[in-house]
């Protein structure tokens, strides 16, 4: 499953299509959080708050360097040591350098999409250190080697009886099918892991410009365990995450729990500014932030900047037919649904991800759930057309639109063609098979324009 | 009833829909015995003993003990409170362990009724200056729904938290 590519989304979405457990299983957790969203939603007013957000967020997209500049002084003078990677390879780099440098043999990991878009992991454990993935959906699926297929709820493709065979034959543990069981399994075997860990590694919601503050939102704690327990602590984030102040907050605090998850508000919401300093009995004695660019810098300048607001909240996914329905692994990259149908395209290029850009029908329900009014419609459209432009839409559908296009601007030609769909048509229904030429209505024995008085 | 009053009310209904237990107590003799009726007969309890609250709450000194990561329950005032949200507020000011919120499985917050702000905007219009290390603020106990979105209480944190506004 996890070694699904975005060049062959059509085959994955129709292997997902058939698997059964799968389907029930997302229709069941994008069901739950859809309710529990609009649910939450009731007792804000998301029309004001999303256009505040989105404000804030284009604030920070209008003046980024300057931005990160403003974080990067304000969390050294905190203490931090700030890092600009300029892609992957160099963010992977400098984190294994900082934790050679501290003799650093166990790493405590907290959920982080970014270090997945960098394949961080993987990078660690080829230079020899055991990372332990410690947010219960990433510990599942790090367990069964496999990668997350939700932003949020990374195991959400996976059922109680699955995980629980997982645990009895990864952990020894007895076969329990309890949630609530599985639970305290992972929270003993974890706890070892959190009080003995050389260094903890984490991501971040949001950066303060002003502060230099870190925030993270965790519900489970172990946010807060690998931030605060080991001495050395490594944050990697993408450059966008700033906001300007701590003023700007409340405003994230009030969108994000509840576009995620439906809650009022995560159970931890961590402020981290700088290292321990004397006095203190928080905080690790050594933070280090990895600033990840990976082309965002020049997305910035581009006509689909707007993508960079997206606060990752996962709601757009949730209500999106086709990722509904295919679930995360199919679009075969870190991100799925639409935020990462237009994410995948322009970080990793159109060569190695064009199928993704079919992967909507453009019915808009994104747009309506994005908390910050990211236009994910117009957007997929936009990479549409540069899959167009960059020669990547495939033979037949270029051939079939030139020919289509030439006999429309010909009456003569269209309605020669509208009489040779009607003779040819059974021919056609079987040349071009069941599932592409079937599915359409047998054409009228007279059209409908030549029925026009 | 005043605006501290409907403040107080908004942050114990939103607390409790967090799934904290909340409780209210007039003065020193009631935050004692709501803390000994709370704590009961469970095991270590870690209490920082550094505010008056504190010294009143752990009236109890026997099972005291100062490693909180070996503590069942901890017993500590918080610097803050939150109506919005039903949340309380860690801070490492003053050589405070914010972890000692985290690791035991029981927290009981002490919150004094005039340290409860109506919103996140009031709570945050205060940190103008400089913030501490940490500050975290904390909504009902530790949860997860990462398996079949069934909520679960008390993954890596806390299974239970009472908050008694004094």
Redesign the interface.
């Known amino acids: 499953m996890s070694s699904q590519t975005s060049l062959d989304f059509r085959t994955n979405a129709a292997g997902a299509v058939k698997d059964g457990a799968l389907r029930q299983?997302m229709r069941?957790?994008t069901d739950?959080?859809g309710t529990k969203r609009s649910d939450a939603m009731e007792s804000v007013d998301f029309t004001a708050l999303r256009e505040k957000a989105s404000a804030i967020r284009m604030e920070v997209l209008d003046n980024l360097p300057a931005y990160i500049e403003r974080f990067t002084t304000q969390a050294t003078q905190a203490g931090a040591s700030v890092h600009r990677a300029a892609d992957a390879g160099s963010a992977n780099t400098i984190i294994a350098g900082i934790l050679k440098s501290n003799n650093v043999r166990m790493v405590a990991k907290g959920k982080s999409m970014i270090s997945e878009e960098t394949h961080l992991n993987a990078h660690l454990e080829k230079e020899g250190f055991e990372v332990v993935e410690?947010?219960?959906?990433e510990y599942?699926i790090q367990l069964a080697g496999e990668t997350p297929s939700h932003i949020l709820?990374?195991?959400?493709h996976?059922?109680?009886q699955q995980?629980g065979r997982l645990f009895a034959e990864k952990l020894g543990a007895d076969y329990s099918e309890d949630?609530?069981v599985?639970?305290?399994i992972?929270?003993k075997a974890?706890?070892e892991k959190?009080?003995t860990a050389d260094a903890g590694i984490s991501g971040a919601n949001f950066a303060i410009a002003e502060?230099g503050?870190l925030v993270i939102f965790t519900?489970?704690?172990?946010g807060?365990?690998v931030t605060?327990?080991p001495p050395l602590h490594i944050a990697i984030l993408s450059i966008e995450k700033i906001l300007p102040s701590?003023?700007d907050?409340?405003t994230f605090?009030?969108l994000l729990p509840r576009s995620a998850?439906g809650q009022?508000?995560?159970?931890?919401?961590?402020?981290?500014?700088?290292?321990?300093?004397e006095?203190?009995?928080?905080?690790a004695r050594e933070l280090h932030i990895v600033l990840l660019d990976n082309g965002r810098s020049e997305i910035v300048k581009g006509d689909c900047r707007e993508m960079l607001k997206c606060i990752r909240c996962g709601a757009c996914m949730n209500v999106c037919p086709v990722y509904r329905t295919v679930g995360g692994h199919a679009y075969g990259w870190t991100y799925p649904g639409p935020m990462g149908i237009v994410l995948t395209t322009l970080l990793t290029g159109m060569a190695g991800s064009h199928p993704l850009v079919d992967a909507s029908t453009l019915c808009g329900a994104c747009n309506d759930a994005c908390p910050v009014k990211v236009p994910l419609q117009e957007m997929i459209l936009k990479q549409r057309v540069r899959r167009v432009s960059e020669g990547f839409s495939p033979a037949g559908v270029s051939m079939g639109m030139r020919l289509f296009g030439a006999a429309v601007k010909s009456p003569l030609l269209f309605s020669f063609g509208e009489r040779l769909v009607g003779w040819l048509w059974s021919l056609l229904r079987r040349a071009g098979g069941e599932n592409v030429v079937g599915r359409l209505p047998r054409p009228a024995k007279s059209p409908f324009s030549r029925r026009m008085p | 009833m005043s605006v501290n009053d409907a403040v107080i009310a908004l942050f114990l209904e939103n607390a409790a829909r967090s799934a904290a237990v909340v409780h209210r107590a007039e003065g020193a003799e009631q935050l004692r015995a709501k803390v000994s009726e709370i704590v009961g007969q469970e095991g270590d309890v870690f209490c920082p003993l550094v505010t008056e609250l504190e010294k009143t709450a752990a009236a109890d000194r026997a099972r005291l003990v100062s490693d909180y990561a070996s503590a069942l329950v901890t017993v500590e005032e918080v610097s803050a409170a939150i109506a919005e949200t039903g949340s309380i507020v860690c801070a490492s000011s003053n050589g405070k362990a914010v972890q000692a919120s985290l690791l035991p499985s029981h927290h009981v917050a002490i919150v004094p009724c005039d340290r409860i702000f109506a919103t996140l905007d009031d709570f945050f219009a205060g940190f103008a200056a400089a913030l501490p290390t940490n500050l975290t603020i904390i909504t009902g106990p530790s949860r997860t729904a990462d398996i079949e979105l069934n909520l679960v209480i008390g993954v890596h944190g806390p299974e239970r938290l009472d908050i008694i506004v004094v």
């Open positions: 299983a069941q957790a739950t959080i410690t947010d219960l959906g599942i709820v990374p195991a959400i996976k059922n109680r995980v949630p609530q599985l639970t305290k992972a929270r974890l706890r959190f009080l502060s503050s519900n489970e704690g172990n807060r365990m605060s327990v701590l003023a907050l409340p605090m009030r998850t009022m508000l995560t159970s931890y919401v961590s402020i981290l500014t700088g290292n321990r300093k006095g203190d009995a928080t905080g």
